[in-house]
């Protein structure tokens, strides 16, 4: 079992799951010692925080809010993510545009 842990993308902080999901730390802390969410506790720099796996959490956020809450929820995390590289996108475009007029300029010149 321990195998899923070390898959990539089966497991968030829980700082992820605050964030991603809409939880707060209280319903997190509160499920774990319900025994819904297993936990590895970690440390970052003198810092303590939790890996929890994400089924467990998505089934907590179901069971909490229903299926509908959940889907809203995964809906919201990537139009976030999508406007987060729309921006990267028009930023680097603007770097590209202003470089090309240079260049243009130079030639003309």
């Known amino acids: 079992m321990d195998s899923i842990w070390q898959q990539r993308g089966a497991t968030l902080s829980d700082k992820s799951a605050r964030k991603d999901f809409g ?28 890996r929890l796996l994400r089924h467990e959490v998505e089934a907590f956020v179901r069971e909490k809010g229903g299926q509908d809450h959940l889907h ?24 590209i545009e202003r470089r090309r007029e240079e260049l243009m300029k130079e030639l003309d010149g």
Not at 30 to 46: C, D, I, P, T, W
């Open 23 to 50: 939880l707060t730390q209280e319903e997190i802390f509160a499920a774990m010692r319900a025994g819904k969410l297993q936990f590895r506790q970690s440390n970052m720099h003198g810092n303590p925080w939790f």
């Open 72 to 95: 809203k929820k995964k809906l919201q995390k990537e139009l976030t993510n999508l406007n987060k590289e729309a921006r990267k996108i028009k930023t680097r475009l603007k770097a």
